[in-house]
């Protein structure tokens, strides 16, 4: 007698692949259909709902992880509640990052606009009789040692505007609302909801100071890095994929001297006689006591100025822009134009007193440190 096979139901199926761990979850087409996206939506937590913006903008759960201080572990469980909250599955988790599914895709753009709609709602609640505040994050050498000297004659011209100056060399959340305007090196990632426009060019070579230079010698080619010591900034944004190209090599071991995440830092080795390292040209106009080295090696770098949406018709924010955008012009200051510009060529602008008031005791001074 041949035996049959019993039919398995959709229950049994179900059940099954629920108790397979390597199985996808399951998510009932009824339960889908039974309520509509909006009122599956309201079960969501905010908190829920921004991390999940958060993770998606971040591109990947490892990335999200470090910009929200969050554990990985924590994401998924969180992850996993909206998804069990929607009844379907928002993102699939590859090695490329986390690609978004159609349902994720539509509720992303639900959180960008909620995003949007707390920070036009906090802006309304601080009133009208009140000062407004313009919040800056700029990369640490140039809020430092550019726009920091600046900063007051903008304010002194416009009494009734407080100015917060973040400087830090990792990226600021300009979408999420952690400042107004973020001045950066490198393009907000992609599906970030902000205002991107370009300030001008960055220009970096080789510096050193005389001090350095009179003990180990002027260097004629990256050939002659093994003789010298060299300085080097690791931090967020630095294109530290460009070593090789400083270095004329891939091989940098036992090259670099000194090593530091800090810009000031950085500046600060060079100018007191640490070694080599890559500066701005505008270094010159910070401080003569470091020395452009002409050894055919030039690197350039855009400036970015990404704005909140939210914030750009503030007239506050519209005048911390229009001030932005007369610090960083290639017309006033050479080593912002898009063409490479030599410091010995732009040194009748670094004699004038307009730019020596800017700096005037604030790297040189270290000579009495030295003494």
């Not at 610090?327 to 010995?344: A, M, T």
Request: glycine share 6%; hydrophobic share 40%; aromatic share 6%.
């Amino acid at each position: 007698m041949t035996s049959r096979k019993k039919p398995i139901d959709a229950a049994s199926r179900t059940r099954a692949l629920s108790a397979n761990p390597a199985a996808p979850p399951v998510r009932s087409a009824a339960r889908r259909s039974a309520t509509s996206f909006q009122d599956r939506l309201r079960r969501i937590d905010w908190q829920d709902l921004e991390l999940f913006l958060d993770i998606a903008e971040a591109g990947s759960l490892r990335a999200g992880a470090a910009k929200t201080g969050h554990a990985v572990g924590t994401i998924r469980r969180r992850l996993a509640r909206i998804e069990d909250k929607l009844g379907d599955i928002i993102a699939h988790r590859d090695p490329a990052g986390l690609q978004l599914t159609s349902l994720g895709d539509r509720l992303l753009k639900v959180a960008r606009e909620m995003r949007r709609s707390r920070q036009f709602l906090e802006q309304e609640q601080t009133g009208t009789g009140t000062r407004d505040c313009v919040r800056i994050a700029v990369t640490e050498g140039l809020g430092t040692y550019w726009l920091m000297p600046r900063l007051v004659d903008f304010q002194n011209a416009n009494p009734e505007i407080d100015v917060v100056l973040h400087c830090d060399m990792q990226r600021s959340d300009v979408a999420g609302g952690e400042c107004d305007i973020a001045i950066q090196l490198e393009h907000p990632s992609e599906g970030h909801t902000t205002i991107c426009r370009r300030l001008g060019c960055l220009h970096l070579m080789p510096f050193a100071s005389e001090r350095y230079l009179s003990d180990a010698g002027m260097p004629r080619s990256v050939d002659d890095w093994p003789r010298h010591r060299l300085v080097w900034q690791e931090a967020d944004q630095v294109a530290s994929h460009l070593l090789p190209y400083f270095l004329g090599t891939t091989d940098i071991d036992g090259l670099i001297g000194i090593r530091t995440n800090s810009s000031s830092a950085h500046f600060r080795a060079i100018a007191s006689g640490g070694g080599i390292g890559i500066l701005p040209t505008y270094a010159r106009a910070v401080s003569r006591r470091v020395k452009p080295l002409d050894i055919n090696l030039q690197l350039r770098r855009e400036i970015l100025c990404v704005i909140n949406p939210a914030r750009e018709a503030v007239p506050e924010v519209r005048l911390a822009l229009a001030w932005l955008q007369q610090c960083f012009s290639g017309e006033l200051y050479p080593w912002f134009r898009d063409q490479f510009v030599h410091p010995s060529d732009f040194e009748d602008i670094l004699s004038s007193q307009k730019v020596i008031s800017l700096f005037e005791g604030f790297i040189d001074a270290l000579n009495a440190d030295e003494n």
